[in-house]
């Protein structure tokens, strides 16, 4: 099996060309191709001299897996669905990743075209109201695995923004998903500015820690409860790193500048939607620039709770607001595509086994 192209640095670049004869400088000019003109084969790199490529090519493809499925909702949100791993393989050396499926979704917003990306095929986590936790864990997307979902989509060129909150936790990979970062955010890459990119979280402590002192991208925090008991029986995250601990933590960084916090919360109705909760998120928010998001719940087989009802969010939302902490509730998209993160990848594993 070749190895890919698509999810390597500069320095990778620099090692491939040695290992193929190549003068350095091709690196610079494979990372062009791959990231800026976004080439799918090594015969396109056409700077590089005919015998260059076919060295190349003897051990080495770009490697950029293409989507298999593509839904678009009334709304002009498109959900993309890309197969990973290696059917047939039955081992189970670290970093393997069994024959599944994930999704990106591409929502557009004036002029703004974000791409939320997946990290991992399914998840560990097993938040209980979340579709990709009930799938359990399948694998690590690798860096190219993640690239790819920027590459391939039919929107590539138009891209303006990202958010790490597709399947999987983030942090839970951050080894890979630093290094998309860095293929984003590097001049030799796509480029961007790391404003343009948002990881979400749940607060996995240690590696939220390392994720605040070495990027100066956004960050997004889960809540969906103020309550240690309450976002423990949604969250199991909670009894290893409760969100006061996560809350202090981010408390020590900076976020009057261009960074910004979020926290993301979930209207379930008549469990958290109420001015108990509403006062104990402001207590646990005071002070700090951050903003919440209120987030409609899409509906998922065997959960017990439905999203609240638009006047109890907007009553919610308003009370946060007089108390100081900037709210507004997330405007929905693509709910006639399976609108639910890992909906449309079940039902490919579902497919898959019969």
């Known amino acids: 099996m070749k190895e890919r192209l698509a999810g390597k640095n500069l320095e990778e670049l620099r090692a491939v060309a040695e290992d193929t004869g190549l003068p350095r400088f091709a690196a610079s000019q494979m990372a062009q191709w791959l990231y800026v003109k976004k080439v799918r ?3 396109e790199m056409t700077n590089i001299s005919r015998f260059g490529r076919a060295a190349l090519a003897e051990k080495y493809e770009v490697g950029v897996s293409g989507y ?7 709304d002009g949100t498109r959900k993309y669905l890309f197969p990973v791993g290696r059917p047939g393989q039955k081992d189970r050396k670290p970093g393997f990743l069994e024959q599944s499926a994930v999704e990106a979704v591409m929502i557009p917003d004036g002029d703004r075209s974000t791409l939320c990306v ?11 109201f979340c579709m990709t936790g009930r799938q359990g864990f399948h694998g690590n997307l690798s860096a190219a695995d993640i690239i790819s979902q920027f590459l391939a989509v039919d929107e590539t060129d138009s891209l303006t923004n990202t958010v790490f909150m597709g399947m999987g936790e983030p942090l839970d990979n951050y080894d890979n998903v630093s290094r998309a970062i860095e293929i984003l ?12 990119i948002t990881l979400s979280t749940i607060g996995v402590m240690p590696v939220l820690k390392k994720y605040l002192d070495e990027s100066r991208c956004h960050l997004a925090v889960s809540l969906h409860s103020p309550f240690h008991e309450e976002r423990l029986s949604l969250m199991p995250v909670e009894k290893a790193w409760p969100i006061e601990e996560v809350v202090d933590l981010i408390r020590r960084y900076d976020f009057t500048g261009q960074r910004r916090v979020s926290f993301e919360y979930t209207m379930f109705a008549g469990f958290n939607d109420d001015k108990r909760h509403a006062d104990a998120l402001a207590r646990l928010l005071k002070g700090l620039e951050c903003r919440v998001n209120l987030i409609r719940f899409h509906q998922i087989p065997d959960f017990p709770y439905t999203t609240s009802p638009d006047a109890v969010m907007e009553a919610f939302r308003d009370r946060l607001n007089r108390a100081g902490v900037v709210t507004t509730i997330r405007a929905s998209r693509g709910q006639d595509i399976f609108a639910a993160c890992g909906m449309l990848a079940g039902k490919h594993g579902k497919d898959l086994g019969k």
Not at 185 to 196: A, M
């Open 68 to 74: 298999s499925m593509v839904q678009e909702s009334v």
């Open 118 to 128: 997946s990290s991992q095929s399914g998840c560990r986590m097993g938040c209980h």
């Open 185 to 196: 955010t590097s001049d030799w890459g796509f480029g961007w500015s790391p404003k343009r």
């Open 41 to 43: 084969t090594i015969d």
